[in-house]
T-cell receptor, first 112, second 114 residues
Framework: KAGVTQTPRYLIKTRGQQVTLSCSPI?????VSWYQQTPGQGLQFLFE???????NKGNFPGRFSGRQFSNSRSEMNVSTLELGDSALYLC???????????FGPGTRLTVT | AQKVTQAQTEISVVEKEDVTLDCVYE???????LFWYKQPPSGELVFLIR??????QNEISGRYSWNFQKSTSSFNFTITASQVVDSAVYFC???????????FGTGTSLTVIP
């Protein structure tokens, strides 16, 4: 089976812009989670979608949003980018709890 | 509230030494799941193991072994005869029964010196 894929892998944006990141889960997996990883804060949970419904949301401002499509592919959007949004954004898929999550390679976002 | 603590920030060992990575967790749930992930320099998190709260059997997989002790809320990971390829950041994580939100520790950076 193909693994979790994320596009793009690298992105450079300017403060104030918005960005959309894409994630394709492993075939058959209906749960997609997003995480932000930074050196200072570590791995922080953003949100989780299951069958197009957001089930959990982490402690991030409303500028961070996401959605899941009927084919389980997911996108996350960050509006009005700030310098502090520079991070590695990781997507993970799972058949659903309590199974393990399988992570994609991440999208490294740099905000200048 | 759920919390995972990995007190060891960085560890360096010489190749072929054994090394244990500590993980202590907090949860009020009676059913929960524990995980270990490896993040090599390439950045992709690799799943290593999952344990549920009702299964306290230790597990061995090749050079890797895991010791789960509910009495001390610990889920430690031992690498035997370490190799340079084991150099990575290792994360311990906890999830509750019903949600798919993982609570990650801050990670332990392991360097194996040849």
């Amino acid at each position: 089976k193909a693994g979790v894929t994320q596009t793009p892998r690298y992105l450079i944006k300017t403060r104030g812009q918005q960005v959309t990141l894409s994630c394709s889960p492993i075939s058959g997996h209906r749960s997609v989670s997003w995480y932000q990883q930074t050196p200072g804060q570590g791995l922080q949970f953003l949100f989780e979608y299951f069958s197009e419904t957001q089930r959990n949301k982490g402690n991030f401002p409303g500028r961070f949003s996401g959605r899941q499509f009927s084919n389980s592919r997911s996108e996350m959007n960050v509006s009005t980018l700030e310098l502090g949004d520079s991070a590695l954004y990781l997507c993970a898929s799972s058949p659903g709890p309590p199974h393990e999550q399988y992570f994609g390679p991440g999208t490294r976002l740099t905000v200048t | 509230a759920q919390k995972v603590t990995q007190a060891q920030t960085e560890i360096s060992v010489v190749e072929k030494e054994d090394v244990t990575l500590d993980c202590v967790y907090e949860t009020r749930d009676t059913t929960y799941y524990l995980f270990w992930y490896k993040q090599p320099p390439s950045g992709e998190l690799v799943f290593l193991i999952r344990r549920n709260s009702f299964d306290e059997q230790n597990e061995i997989s090749g050079r890797y072994s895991w010791n789960f002790q509910k009495s001390t809320s610990s889920f430690n990971f031992t690498i035997t005869a370490s190799q340079v390829v084991d150099s990575a950041v290792y994360f311990c994580a906890l999830s509750e029964e019903t949600g798919n939100q993982f609570y990650f520790g801050t990670g332990t950076s392991l360097t194996v010196i040849p």
